[in-house]
């Protein structure tokens, strides 16, 4: 079943109210480079990393999926204060 993977230590709720809605297959996994690589297992159709409250760490899960090479795309998620 195709699903969209995001990486975020936030419920999606907080990270992308609205994402439930459209993408009801979705997977949530902690912000690490190890969930990367478990997500990446279950071959998803596009990866999120939720950069919201850990730009950091989701530069480091950003520099990992990089050097997989691996061809998902892939969308980091910011959020803005208003």
Known sequence: ?????LLSDRSPQV????LLEVAP????EPL?????EHA???E?????????EN???AWSVLTAF??????????IVLERDQ
Not at 1 to 5: G, T
Not at 15 to 18: F, G, H, N, Q, V
Not at 32 to 36: E, M, T
């Open 40 to 42: 990446l297992e279950l």
């Open 15 to 18: 990270a992308l109210p609205a």
């Open 44 to 52: 998803p159709e596009a990866v999120l990393v939720d950069a919201g």
């Open 66 to 75: 990089r050097a997989r090479k691996a061809p998902v795309p892939t969308a």
């Open 32 to 36: 690490s480079v190890a969930s990367l």
């Open 25 to 28: 297959d979705l997977k949530v």
């Open 55 to 57: 730009p950091p760490q």
């Open 1 to 5: 079943m195709p699903f969209i993977a």
